[in-house]
Every structure is written in C-alpha cells, then in structure tokens.
C-alpha cells in the first residue's frame, strides 16, 4: 500500500484544498486499491515556531514544544507521498507551514540520530516523493519562490521532489485565481472553463499522478534491493517503510544499533 499524506497548508478552507482534492484524486487512480490518501489541513491548528533549543537531539527526535506538530510529524514520517497544496504568503510558504518544517527537519536529525557512528549528524534516506502546488490571487505573485521553498525543504530531508508534466507544471503546480479571492474561486474558475484555473487543475492532477508513480517505483526497487540496502543505515527508514527491516529498527525510540535490522519480506 502507497500511503500519500495531502497537506493543506492554508489556514482557510478554500483553493489550496480544493487543488489538493484534485491531486489526491488522481493519485488514487493510479492503483486504485493500493493506493492510501490522507488529506489534512492546517487550518485550524496550532504550530509554534522552532525556538532552536536542540532538546530534540537529545529526545529521540521529540519536540519539547507540545501542539499539533506531533500528530502531522507521524503522519509525514509514515508517508510514502507528501503533497503540499499551499497560498502564496508574501512571496512563499504561509508562516503555520514554515514553523512545521523548521521543527520537523531539527527533529529529524534527533529522531535517526541512533542510525549512525557517535559524533555523525546526518539524516538517512527517507526517499519520500514530494509534490507541490502554489495558488495565489495575483498573476506571478511567488508561485514559484513558494514552491521552490517546498523542494528544497524536500531535498534537505533526502526526498525526491516531482513535478507534474510539461508544458503546465515546470517545477510544480502553480495557479491564480485571477484576482478573486473568493475561497472557491478556482473551482467556480474551473467548472466554468477557465483556461488559467483548467492549467492549474491539470497541472495539479498530474502531480498527483506522477509522485505516486515514482513511490511505487521506488518500492518495487526498493524490495529488490533490500538485500544490498540493509547494509547502509541510512536506508533503514525507506526499507522499514517497505517492510524490509524488522519495525522500530528505524525509529526514534528504538535504541537500535546501526545496520541491524532484519528481513521481515
């Protein structure tokens, strides 16, 4: 089973959803049945910023700070997928994103720091697909700036951003509600014919498409390579994701020892 984590991260109930409903609904069709979708929002929780205290170093990954931070964590540490659908706030990402991100990448380094030799702070190879999508009301107003803050976000956390498929999506998905800022603009846009909101609705879907395909791709070659991996730490959370290690050989409270782990095929 692909687990796909669909990310909202606007603090309304409105276009950035609506773009992710379009994306969750083509990832699932791309093996209907093997394919789990977890649509969450940000709306109306709670994301202190990271106050760099670095106890999570010392926790096993665990944030000091206690909010909605630990429920959206597990849920992207499970993923196999991450989709962020998200606004443009002054030029990228909204600010509830950006403290989730800022504490996940420190935690992180926490949580697998059991993985490697005493004195190595690294991360692993989480090989998480990561898609994304920017809607703003204005025409060229950050799309791209927030989109390329969710690739590098992805590729600092060993991931592998997707795009969708050209000409509509060069680095992601990205829209504009051509200065409406009705909540269900692009969707009214979208139902009417809208070329512009049709481009992003297109462009959206295939994003959704394409980052599953890649997971199942990295599965199947995951699984064939599981013998050869094992015997690098820093691959222990992609094959306990698949399945290829024994569980809790990768994870944060586990205590277990580098390159330990077990087939459980």
């Known amino acids: 089973m692909v687990r ?78 991450v989709i962020y659908s998200v606004p443009v706030y002054h030029m990228g ?35 998480k697909v990561v898609g994304a999508i920017a809607q703003g009301v204005h025409l060229c107003s950050g799309q791209e700036h927030a989109i390329t803050d969710l690739i590098n976000h992805a590729l600092i956390l060993q991931c592998i951003p997707v795009t969708g498929d050209m000409w509509q999506s060069y680095i992601g998905a990205a829209g504009w509600t051509s200065n409406d800022i009705a909540r269900d603009a692009l969707a009214r846009q979208a139902a009417a014919g809208q070329t512009d909101a049709a481009i992003v609705v ?43 290690v024994d569980p809790g050989v990768a994870g944060g409270n586990s205590g277990g020892e580098p390159g330990t782990g077990q087939g459980t095929d």
């Open 4 to 81: 796909v984590l669909g990310i909202s991260g606007s603090p309304r109930k409105g276009n950035s959803q609506f773009l992710l409903e379009q994306a969750l609904e083509a990832a699932r069709a791309v093996s209907p049945g093997n394919v789990e979708c977890t649509p969450y929002s940000l709306r109306g929780k709670k994301f202190a910023p990271c106050v760099s205290c670095f106890r999570c170093g010392d926790l096993s990954g665990e944030c000091v700070v206690k909010d909605d931070f630990q429920e959206l964590r597990d849920l992207w540490v499970a993923a196999d997928v």
């Open 202 to 244: 297109r462009a959206a879907r295939d994003v959704g498409r394409r980052a599953t395909e890649i997971a199942l791709v990295l599965r199947e070659g995951g699984r064939h390579l599981r013998d050869t991996l094992r015997g690098d730490p820093a691959y222990l959370p992609f094959l306990e994701r698949l399945g290829c």
């Open 93 to 127: 990402v909204p600010g509830q994103l950006k403290c989730f991100l800022d504490r996940l990448g420190n935690s992180l380094f926490g949580r697998y720091r059991h993985l490697f030799p005493p004195g190595v702070d690294s991360l692993p190879k989480m090989l």
